[in-house]
């Protein structure tokens, strides 16, 4: 068992780097499992098995090397397989003032020999270099009087891909490495299906098995659940009722949204404290708000994607997708801000219909198949069983609060309403219309958005100016009345799929979500 006080001791060695050199706050558990297990591992006393880290693209890979090479006695050596992630890397080594060489083609004798003077004065921390250099008789030497506590091997599925044919020297790196004082070899790769572990094992690890790390996307505690709605905004309102989805962060596709949305929300909730956040504003702008939603109980953040992967906020309940995230990728690190206490969580996608067709829509849209399963098969990650999204939990729901109500009115009443005298009668608590009253907790502007919605849907009609009075055609009289059916059918098939497994409700589940007011009455004039 590893002494207590020594662990203790390099998380707050990492913690102080992480915060002083890299200004993050915070590490996924990945991460500081990898950065942990690579300095522990840093002595001579060490068998030296070495690592294959399985890390999707984009996951924070980078940080799991440059931090321990900061750390451990020898130097790091980093190979990559490509020019262009050469000089990302030293990129990135220059913006934390980590002193680096750079062994590549085209360098002359003189100027290699400077560079590597700098390695054995240990002037540099870091070598970059590829595999081709990796092989140059000079580097060799001076590798071998040295000690390397670790050698990275980046893109590391490029060796069995690429070194089995167009690029020889990559299968080369095997048997330098063997001769090489190594103490740790890492393989960075992103896709670690059998035929890049076994070419690995064949060719980088022959003697022993290497340890596998396995970074999922996976987060058992945030339960995925979607909403179908004709107001996002309205939906925002409604979902933030409930305080213990505070604090919540919504993501939303422009700097305007995130404004208009704030506002919006201001004006249904006045007493929940909601700010908004892009890269438009200023630093100490951004700086004030990210203290401000660290330190909030029950506040609300409209951001864009600025509100970056390194500010770390622990205990947001909820993750709102006003709009749909890049794609698979983006979405799971928007969702994974949520949670991150461990304590169970919930992220929450609106769609409204106008999403354009991506993998990502496809896999919220689904009604038959697991969210869950989706995104990390998108994501080439195994998956073992689903700790909760609305497929598996039997709460998909396919209705939009106030479509019903809307419809209705224009089918009881067809030619009456303009736009603007419907959304006053849905609001108006003391007119004689059966559904008057009935969207009262909607703003005017998002019940005439929820028609305009409609209307471009095809669901409603409108004459042309000046009369605009709204109508229904007979086609969609005959789609609401199946959808209507639909309506019931899934949820008698939900209820019966929950009697069925009988499991035990989990603490955010769709149904806990109060229907509004005209929704209720709805469902009960439907029943
Ligand atoms: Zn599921």
């Given at each position: 068992m590893k002494d207590?006080?020594?662990?203790?001791?390099?998380?707050?060695?990492?913690?102080l780097l992480l915060q002083e050199r890299f200004n993050i706050h915070s590490l996924y558990p990945f991460q500081r499992l990898v950065i942990q297990r690579i300095v522990e591992e840093d002595s001579e006393e060490s068998n030296h098995e070495g690592s294959v880290v399985v890390l999707p693209t984009g996951g924070g890979k980078s940080l799991c090397f440059m931090l321990p090479s900061l750390l451990v006695e020898g130097i790091t050596v980093l190979v990559y397989p490509l020019l262009?992630?050469?000089?990302?890397?030293?990129r990135r080594l220059k913006e934390v003032s980590i002193p680096y060489i750079c062994i590549q083609g085209g360098q002359s004798h003189q100027e290699r020999n400077l560079l590597l003077e700098k390695l054995k004065t240990k002037e540099a921390r870091i070598l970059v270099t590829n595999a081709e250099c990796l092989c140059l008789p000079a580097l060799i030497n001076t590798l071998a009087q040295i000690t390397i506590s670790l050698l990275v091997l980046d893109e590391a599925h490029t060796i069995i891909s690429w070194g089995e044919g167009f690029r020889p020297a990559l299968a080369t790196v095997g048997p330098?490495?063997?001769?090489?004082?190594?103490?740790?070899?890492?393989?960075?790769?992103?896709?670690?299906?059998?035929r890049v572990l076994q070419g690995l094992n064949r060719l980088i690890f022959p003697i022993t098995r290497p340890h596998l790390i396995h970074a999922s996307s996976n987060r058992t505690n945030i339960t995925?659940?979607?909403?179908?709605?004709?107001?996002?905004?309205?939906?925002?309102?409604?979902?933030?009722?409930?305080?213990?989805?505070?604090?919540?962060?919504?993501f939303c596709s422009t700097r305007k949204l995130t404004e208009t949305s704030a506002h919006s929300l201001l004006y249904a909730l006045p007493d929940v404290s909601v700010r908004y956040y892009h890269a438009g504003l200023t630093k100490d702008e951004r700086r004030y708000?990210?203290?401000?939603?660290?330190?909030?109980?029950?506040?609300?953040?409209?951001?864009?994607?600025?509100?970056?992967?390194?500010?770390?906020?622990k205990g947001i309940r909820c993750v709102i997708h006003h709009d749909l995230s890049e794609d698979v990728l983006s979405f799971l690190q928007e969702s994974g801000r949520a949670g991150r206490d461990g304590k169970p969580a919930l992220s929450i996608s609106l769609l409204d219909g106008r999403e354009k067709p991506s993998p990502l829509a496809s896999i919220l849209q689904s009604t038959e198949h697991c969210f869950r399963k989706g995104l990390l098969e998108a994501m080439n990650e195994p998956f073992e069983y689903c700790s909760g999204c609305d497929v598996c939990n039997g709460s998909i729901s396919l209705k939009r609060q106030g479509e019903r109500a809307i419809l209705m009115s224009v089918l009881s009443h067809p030619f009456h309403f303009s736009p603007s005298s419907l959304a006053s009668m849905l609001q108006d608590t003391n007119g004689w219309y059966s559904y008057g009253g009935t969207l009262s907790s909607w703003g005017m502007q998002e019940v005439q958005e929820a028609i305009m919605l409609l209307i471009t849907e095809g669901k409603l009609h409108m004459l042309k100016r000046p009369k605009r009075r709204l109508y229904i055609d007979y086609k969609a009289v005959a789609t609401l009345l199946t959808t209507m059916h639909s309506w019931?059918?899934?949820?008698?098939?939900?209820?019966?799929?929950?009697?069925?497994?009988?499991?035990?409700?989990?603490?955010?589940?769709?149904?806990?979500?109060?229907?509004?007011?005209?929704?209720?009455?709805?469902?009960?004039s439907a029943g």
């Open positions: 207590e006080t020594a662990t203790h001791f390099l998380e707050d060695q990492i913690n262009s992630l050469m000089h990302d890397q030293i330098i490495i063997q001769h090489l004082p190594v103490r740790q070899v890492l393989c960075f790769t992103a896709t670690a299906d059998e995925y659940h979607v909403i179908r709605t004709l107001s996002k905004n309205q939906s925002i309102a409604g979902l933030l009722r409930q305080e213990n989805l505070l604090p919540a962060l919504v708000l990210e203290k401000w939603f660290n330190d909030t109980k029950n506040g609300v953040l409209f951001a864009t994607k600025a509100f970056g992967m390194g500010i770390d906020v019931l059918r899934l949820k008698y098939e939900s209820a019966k799929k929950k009697a069925e497994e009988n499991r035990p409700q989990l603490p955010y589940h769709a149904s806990s979500i109060p229907p509004d007011q005209g929704d209720s009455n709805l469902q009960d």
